[in-house]
């Protein structure tokens, strides 16, 4: 049974560290580089799209590397943190247009942030 892991320390700049130069180079062009929230926003949900595929290749050799018992523990251990992920980025709303952004950046911060936690454990 693998042993319990202390807490990883994540910083903000360990997590802004591992954003993908795509988004940087969406967000300083065309409308998005203008502040339109929908433009910005798309680039955001694209870059969700990018780290929840990292995370889930993180999270399934983390799977893979465990027997049925840890896998089950995990299993539920991550069904938890998406459900508090989502809760807490849903909080984070003001009715403005800047959820656009608002929301699904936190999205892609915590989701960054639990590849991190898992990548141990992922080998």
Sequence with gaps: MPQER???????ADVEA?????LEACLN???AAKG???AMGACVRDELAVQDARLNAAYKSAMDKRGPA???KLRIEERAWIKRRDAECEAQRTGGTIDM????????????????TLQPMAG
Excluded at 6 to 12: F, G, S
Excluded at 18 to 22: C, E, G, I, R, V
Excluded at 101 to 116: A, G, K
């Design 6 to 12: 202390p807490a990883l320390d994540i910083t903000q």
């Design 18 to 22: 591992q954003l993908s130069p795509a």
């Design 29 to 31: 062009s065309g409308d």
């Design 36 to 38: 339109v929230s929908v």
């Design 70 to 72: 840890e896998q089950a």
């Design 101 to 116: 952004v608002e929301v699904p950046m936190c999205l892609v911060h915590e989701t960054v942030r639990r590849r991190i």
